[in-house]
Structures are given as C-alpha cells and as structure tokens.
C-alpha cells in the first residue's frame, strides 16, 4: 500500500456533521478527484473498468445534486467499482503499488455511501481515505484538496442552512469555484478575486450558476483586482 498521511482525511464523526446529501456529495467528490487518475495508474486497464469507476462517480454526483436515491442502483455502481478495484489489485495486467486500486475503491465508497444510508459517513470518510491515498501514489499530491473540499460543505452547510433535503451540486467544486475561498494553494490575487466574484454573485442575488458562469464570474472579477492594483 502507498504511504500516505491521513492526518487532513475528515473523520466519520466530522462527516456526520454534514446534512445527508453534502455527506453524498463529499463522498462523490473525493472519488471524482481521482477517477481521471484511475486509467494513468494503470494504463492497460479494460475499456470496460474504465467506464464502471466512471459510471459509479456520475451516479453519485447525479444523487447528490438531485436529491434522489435508487439504491438498487447503487449497490449495483458500488459493486461494479469494488470489483474493478480488486482486479485493480490482484488483476494479472495490474500494479498494486500503483494506486489504481484506491481510485476505483473511492468510486465505489462512494456509491455505497448511497446503498447504505445507515453508513453514509462512515463510506464517505472510505472514500476520502482512498482519494487521499491514490492522489499521493498516482500524482503526489497533498491530500489538503480532501480536507478543503469538506470546509467548502461544512461552510456552505451553515451559511445556507442546509438540511437532509438539500440537494448539492457538484457545481461548487468548480477549478476557479467562488465559493472555495478556503484554498491554501491561492495566491493572494486569485483570494481577492474570489472574494470580489462572491460578493457579486451575492449581489446578484445568489443565482445557480453553471461551472463556466461560475468561471466567467471569477475571471471578471480577476480582472477588476487585477486593474486595481496597477
């Protein structure tokens, strides 16, 4: 098993904080982070492998932003993607140490966070584990991206008082996302220019806005900071 710290991994107590479907939507975003990490970790995976771990993150990003559970059809993703991970593992063309293994097993704690209400956070926070542990094996990166995507929720969670029937868009997790004002990864124009694009979209009188408005909104407000300091 790849080395990694868990240390930043949110724990199944501070999921549960989450409303049901933020605990969803977090679950799918872990796994979402790693899924186009899955077929470079291993590169001779099956057509067919590729599109399970693909298929079990859409449909949960589908539950999550709609509100609406088919849990046949969950333990159905979580199946398909669970044994994906294993041939991921133990497959005769596979590579154990290569994290492909955690990225198709974060894709199917996913939709098992869906097939089994009862332990939602305790899958979401599975699926954390594995995106943690694929994004440091696969591309080395910081598992800080898992703890700041769960503060985005939780933040938003309390701001607009979410409750167990609140759906959650897989939209705020946008590249440029105005609402994650958390990143520790910004630089202090790209902060001003999120904090100016979110005063404006509250002006606006907080629409639903697509990934590219959400990124149109960003960059004029990047450029409005950017005209103010020179």
């Not at 990003?61 to 709609?66: H, M």
């Not at 094996?137 to 979410?162: G, K, P």
């Not at 990047?222 to 300091?229: A, G, I």
């Amino acid at each position: 098993m790849p080395a990694n710290n868990q240390s930043n991994v949110p724990t199944v107590e501070e999921i549960k904080t989450l409303p049901r479907w933020a605990i969803i939507a977090f679950a799918a975003r872990c796994a979402r982070r790693v899924e186009p990490l899955f077929p470079e970790a291993w590169p001779n995976a099956p057509s067919d492998h590729i599109d399970a771990v693909r298929a079990a993150v859409e449909f949960a990003e589908r539950v999550a932003s709609t509100g609406v559970a088919d849990i046949t059809r969950a333990k159905y993703y979580a199946q398909i993607a669970d044994i994906v991970s294993d041939e991921a593992d133990y497959g005769a063309d596979a590579h154990p140490e290569s994290g492909a293994y955690f990225a198709a097993h974060a894709a199917a704690n996913a939709a098992g966070a869906i097939a089994h209400t009862d332990e939602a956070a305790t899958a979401a926070h599975f699926a954390a584990q594995d995106a943690s542990t694929a994004l440091s094996a696969i591309s080395h990166e910081r598992n800080d991206s898992i703890r700041r995507d769960f503060s985005v929720l939780r933040r938003l969670a309390t701001e607009e008082r979410w409750n167990d029937n609140t759906p959650v868009s897989p939209h705020i997790f946008s590249l440029h996302s105005i609402f994650d004002l958390t990143a520790d990864s910004n630089t202090d124009e790209n902060a001003a220019a999120k904090l100016e694009a979110y005063y404006a979209w509250e002006q606006a009188g907080r629409p639903l806005l697509s990934i590219e408005d959400q990124d149109q909104m960003y960059y004029d407000a990047l450029r409005r900071v950017r005209r103010n300091t020179t």
